[in-house]
């Protein structure tokens, strides 16, 4: 079911109406709501695919119990690698089994032995990268004695399919987000109305930001010879804020609508194409995902904490992991590696961690002419990686980024160039949104924003629902 | 909980209250407008003795302004961008409510009319009529897929995606509709040659035509003509139209096929509109046609 769609606008309301006034008195029930609200949910999409979570569930549940249990530090090892194996095994086979054959033929190819092997027909269920590492993270932090092992197979089923943050996150932690579930909730007026705002500003950014640059998009990267470097730059441009209002708008919806059944999700984005250096973008982009591989990879591997050579390999891992979480493509993969190009000498030079307060320009209405250069800089280099993101091979992104030059072909119609409205209104929302000024005290001007801003969605709205582009990871 | 309900129930309303505010211009200016142009259902007074019906290609081909003067009689191009047959039905009712039937009857007679598909097609030409059934148009809408009980229900909401069309229908823009001779060829940005229409997907033939009976069921002291406007060559060679010849011949119905003459790519905007210069070529063979028909009266 999509957050964008009619199906759950009928369903919200009614799991909201149910859960607050028919199960209330009664936690028990109120989860099991919860969970056969999300197994609906998810299964609105695929029914079949409502038994690989329910698997994972019913694994890391006995596993943590087991890994708690375990006397020694050996058998709890033990149990922790089981749920590594199936989890990363369900991951591996429904993302990366095409990946590793192709690539398997691929490599003997080029020794010049021809090797016979087919491709699997395999549909990739929606959202497996998230709820599969929620529950990895569940383990690890039983194993690493951080929680408790639940004993309630209906709140821990909750837990892995909650269904705002199940398909496309942010991946929560146990630690956050099993507590709230084991504790009866309240509904508080300011939660209520937090949450209302965020699904108003989250369905802006999908439909009026993403949803609206995604024909030019598309029309550029399908067929690049055909425009002009002026187009192709405004195209990869209109990419990098489809992305972000994308799945920053789908984190927003998430987040509001866990708050609407008295739940807080982690933040996941915190403007980040407002970022002075990438490693700020990577404090400010994807949270749950950039603080999950620190937590349960990096660290780990030892951090920074280790010699410089093997620090910089850390960064590396990371990042080139990032990227293959994305997708099983080479294109992700280079992505990744290219932020940690980007990275590395921030890190050598011991500066990474320069730009580490929230709000930026604080106390002002605009930036200094230094940090608007550079924002622009970082933005830039963002774009350029996103190209890679986007395109279908990598020979496909170096013959786009090589077009940039061109003279010839289409320059940008003014239909692209009045698409660019939405991202713009986006950078201003967010730039008032980073002091909670978007909404102001004064009650008929914050209702003439909110009535404005659901205007603008309603005649933004496509007919045809688009999917969220974070669903396909 | 009671003052988030209260919150959200104010906004609710405030927001509907702006859906209201929202479609009054539109609902203003369907009871109101009638000046030289009008829209659909500002049908009275008309009587034309020859009545053209069709789709976006009858609309695109034919000039009836300049046909009336050329021939002297009364000439009326009742066509609409894509309308299909079960429309064009219900328009002509309306027409014939308001006025005598036509002495001749052109029907629009081609494989690019659309007669029985249900995908919705054209929506945006009819939204201001869907707000309180206007015309009588939902128990016909509902036979269209991409139907939705809120187009009908809950005011602007059919707006929904379509910025530009909620202009227009609510400052009353017309849609190149003549108040004496319907429906004109656009007079502006036709030499630009539109993306061709994929060939693979056209279906060029006709199986049924059930519809022609339907149209000229409604005209039973017409005579009857059918006509096919002009259409590519790339098209030319694909179409089939057996079904109706066979209709014609059946029926002993005039064919007026201009479908068969073949016209340079020059004089087209896509391979199923003609341009300006298709728009005149058509318009004078049309003009050729009454006059040889010389069964009219001059009045």
Known sequence: MLFNSPEFLIFLPIVFGLYWFVTQRNLKAQNLLLLVASYVFYGWWDWRFLGLIALSTIVDFLVGIRIEEAPDKARKKRWLWVSLAVNLGILGYFKYANFFIENWITAWDSLGVAMHASTLQIILPVGISFYTFQTLSYSIDIYRGNLKATRDPVAFGAFVSFFPQLVAGPIERATNLLPQITSPRTFTYEQGRDGMRLILWGMFKKVVVADSCAPYVDMCFDNPEAFSGSTLILGAILFSFQIYGDFSGYSDIAIGTAKLFGFELMTNFKFPYFSRDIAEFWRRWHISLSTWFRDYLYIPLGGSRVSKPKAIRNVFIIFLVSGFWHGANWTFIAWGGIHALLFIPLFLRGTNRKNTNDVLAEGRWLPSPHELLQMGWTFTAVTIAWVFFRADNIELAGHYMANWTEIAGKAPSSRMLFTTLGPAGAVAGDWLLRENKLYSERKWLRWGVYIAMAIIILFSWSDESTQFIYFQF | ?299
Not at chain 2, 54 to 71: C, E, P
Not at chain 2, 196 to 209: F, G, L
Not at chain 2, 220 to 247: F, V
């Open chain 2, 1 to 299: 909980m009671r003052r988030f309900f209260v919150q959200f129930g104010q906004f609710s309303g405030a927001f509907l209250a702006l859906l209201f505010l929202l479609e009054i211009p539109i609902q203003w200016n369907y009871k109101t407008q009638n000046a030289d142009m009008a829209d659909w259902q500002k049908l009275e007074g008309i009587n034309a003795d020859i009545v053209f019906i069709g789709n976006s290609r009858t609309w695109h081909s034919l000039d009836a302004d300049t046909a009336s003067q050329k021939t002297g009689h009364n000439i009326y191009a009742l066509a609409q961008d894509g309308w299909q047959v079960r429309l064009l039905n219900q328009k002509l009712k309306t027409y014939l409510k308001q006025n005598r039937q036509p002495e001749f009857f052109f029907i629009q007679a081609d494989p690019a009319f659309l007669g029985t598909r249900t995908n919705w097609y054209s929506k945006s030409n009819f939204l201001k009529y869907l707000f309180l059934d206007r015309e009588g148009l939902q128990d016909l809408m509902k036979a269209y897929e991409g139907y939705h009980w809120w187009d009908w229900s809950i005011p602007t909401i059919r707006y929904a995606g379509l910025p530009g069309r909620y202009i227009i229908d609510a400052t009353g823009s017309n849609m190149g509709i003549h108040r004496r001779h319907g429906t004109l060829p656009e007079s502006a940005g036709v030499q630009e040659r539109l993306p061709a229409i994929p060939m693979d997907v056209w279906k060029c033939s006709v199986r049924s035509t059930a519809w022609i009976d339907s149209l000229k069921g409604q005209c039973p002291s017409s005579k009857i003509i059918l006509w096919h406007p002009p259409i590519s060559q790339a098209l030319s060679e694909k179409r089939d139209i057996t079904a109706i010849t066979s209709y014609s011949i059946e029926h002993n119905v005039p064919l007026f096929d201009l479908g068969k003459a073949s016209l340079a790519d020059s004089m087209f905007k896509d391979n199923t509109h003609v341009n300006k210069f298709g728009s005149i070529w058509t318009t004078d063979t049309v003009v050729a046609f009454i006059q040889e028909l010389n069964a009219l009266q001059q009045p």
